[in-house]
């Protein structure tokens, strides 16, 4: 064999060096982001004074139907183009009612055989928390993979305000977090999953409407104020 291609005398070339340096900083990238993904946050009713090094505290939004008598005269009034103030039991409240659960279907309704995909990834009920004139939106995301042997749920959260986009009001976060894993910094990332995850959320056709015609939208204090024109 030519020495030109002997591998003992010359060794790997200054491309294969390189591109395997790329290689080894992308797959750790990717293993610590997996890391922090899937590292468990804390659930508190608020953030210590001291906080504990890396970690990541989740203050779940209150839902007290008490706190939330008013909400549905409110969005009839807001859909009928009134101004309205919310706190987060309402809005909480509202992205998860109490409901009847459908009737049994008649005996002999034939099952349709359930076939378990081999990969999910379902987005639960959003909760809100508002506090300190910032809005925190947060969503559990199951995850399931028969490959990996993983089912498990992480929570998505982001904290921020809303800001005019394409002649509507939309929420626009400040920091983001998936598991324990800061995101903000990766706008492309933190830009995707708000399309996939929270801008994808059902609303009702009348509330979108309504909120298409909002003149201004802001956070003050613990309420979310919607102002008409």
């Not at 390189?18 to 804390?42: D, M």
């Not at 504990?52 to 009839?76: C, D, N």
């Not at 999910?120 to 995301?141: E, K, S, Y």
């Not at 920091?175 to 801008?199: A, D, N, Q, W």
């Amino acid at each position: 064999m030519s020495r030109k291609f002997d591998r003992t005398h010359y060794g790997p070339g200054w491309l294969e060096i390189i591109l395997g340096a790329v290689l080894s900083i992308v797959l750790g990238g990717v293993l610590a982001g997996a890391f922090f993904i899937f590292k468990p946050v804390a659930t508190v009713k608020e953030i210590p004074k001291e906080p504990a090094p890396g970690m990541v505290y989740y203050i779940e939004g209150s839902r007290e139907y008490s706190r939330a008598r008013r909400f549905t005269a409110k969005e009839k009034f807001f859909i009928s183009g009134g101004s309205v103030v919310v706190n987060e039991d309402e809005l909480n409240t509202a992205a998860n009612p109490v409901t009847t659960p459908p009737p049994p279907p008649p005996p002999g309704t034939p099952v349709a055989p359930y076939t378990p995909p081999t990969m999910l990834i379902a987005p639960g009920t959003p909760n809100f928390h508002i506090a300190d004139g910032l809005m925190q939106i947060a969503i559990p995301v199951r995850i399931k993979i028969d490959l990996a042997n993983l089912d498990t749920t992480v929570l998505i959260q982001a904290t921020g305000g809303f800001l005019r986009r394409d002649e509507t009001y939309a929420f626009v976060p400040k920091t983001m977090h998936i598991g324990s894993c800061p995101v903000e910094r990766l706008p492309m990332v933190m830009e995707y999953v708000l399309r996939k995850f929270y801008y994808a959320q059902p609303v009702p056709e009348e509330i979108v409407t309504a909120w298409s015609k909002l003149a201004d939208v802001t956070i003050q204090g613990s309420t979310l104020k919607l102002k008409m024109p």
